[in-house]
T-cell receptor, first 115, second 115 residues
Framework: AQTVTQSQPEMSVQEAETVTLSCTYD???????LFWYKQPPSRQMILVIR??????QNATENRFSVNFQKAAKSFSLKISDSQLGDAAMYFC????????????FGKGTHLIIQP | AAGVIQSPRHLIKEKRETATLKCYPI?????VYWYQQGPGQDPQFLIS???????DKGSIPDRFSAQQFSDYHSELNMSSLELGDSALYFC??????????????FGEGSRLTVL
C-alpha cells in the first residue's frame, strides 16, 4: 500500500518570504501522480499543483513550485513571496493513476503566515 | 465551471439516528469518491464508484452504505450514528481514465455533528 508522510505538522513563515513544505511517499509503482492540496478554513480542498511521475521537469504554478525527487520519493512544495491568503492546511497526496483508489493523503502541514 | 455539489452543508443528528449525504459530481465525471475527515485529521477514503458500480472500498464502517444513481449522483447513508461519526464528509469526482491529470475535484463537504 502507498503511504504519504508529511513530517511537519506546522510551519510558520513571514509574509513575502519563502517556505518549503516536505513530503515523502512510498510506492512500488512507476507511474503515478502527486499533488499538493490546500484546505483553507473555508475547508474545501483546492488543488495547488500536480506532478506526473514520468515527467522529470518540476511543476510550477505561479508562486508555487515543487522539487520532485523520484528516486528519493520526495515531493516538496515551495511557496515564494508568501501571502496572508496562503495560510491553510496543506496536504500532500498520491494517486496511482488508475483512478480506482482515489487519493492517499499525508497528515497535513498547517501553514501560518506572520504579517 | 460547474463544481461538485454536496448537500446538506451542515447536519446535526442524535446518536443512533440515520443520516444521508448527497453528492452531485461534475458533469461527465464518471467516478465518485467519499472521504471522511475527522477534526484535525487527514481525509480518509471511504468508498468509490465508477459508472454506478462500487469501485473500491476503504475504511467505511458496516453501518454506512453508499450508491451511485443513474444520473451519477451519489448518496452516503449512515445508520446507528455514533459520536465518533462527527466529521466533515467530502465527495470528490473525477474522470477515471483521464490519465493526464489524476486529479480529484472536491466538493465543499458536509459537516455532520452527532450529539
Amino acid at each position: 500500500a502507498q503511504t504519504v508522510t508529511q513530517s511537519q505538522p506546522e510551519m510558520s513563515v513571514q509574509e513575502a518570504e519563502t517556505v518549503t513544505l516536505s513530503c515523502t511517499y512510498d510506492t512500488s509503482e512507476s507511474d503515478y501522480y502527486l499533488f499538493w492540496y490546500k484546505q483553507p478554513p473555508s475547508r474545501q480542498m483546492i488543488l495547488v499543483i500536480r506532478q506526473e511521475a514520468y515527467k522529470q521537469q518540476n511543476a510550477t504554478e505561479n508562486r508555487f513550485s515543487v522539487n520532485f525527487q523520484k528516486a528519493a520519493k520526495s515531493f516538496s512544495l515551495k511557496i515564494s513571496d508568501s501571502q496572508l491568503g496562503d495560510a491553510a492546511m496543506y496536504f500532500c497526496a498520491y494517486n496511482s493513476g488508475g483512478g480506482a483508489d482515489g487519493l492517499t493523503f499525508g497528515k497535513g502541514t498547517h501553514l501560518i503566515i506572520q504579517p | 465551471a460547474a463544481g461538485v455539489i454536496q448537500s446538506p452543508r451542515h447536519l446535526i443528528k442524535e446518536k443512533r439516528e440515520t443520516a444521508t449525504l448527497k453528492c452531485y459530481p461534475i458533469p461527465r465525471h464518471d467516478t465518485v469518491y467519499w472521504y471522511q475527515q475527522g477534526p484535525g485529521q487527514d481525509p480518509q477514503f471511504l468508498i468509490s464508484f465508477y459508472e454506478k458500480m462500487q469501485s473500491d472500498k476503504g475504511s467505511i464502517p458496516d453501518r454506512f452504505s453508499a450508491q451511485q444513481f443513474s444520473d451519477y449522483h451519489s448518496e452516503l447513508n449512515m445508520s446507528s450514528l455514533e459520536l465518533g461519526d462527527s466529521a466533515l464528509y467530502f465527495c470528490a469526482s473525477a474522470q477515471r481514465w483521464r490519465k493526464n491529470t489524476g486529479e480529484l475535484f472536491f466538493g465543499e463537504g458536509s459537516r455532520l455533528t452527532v450529539l
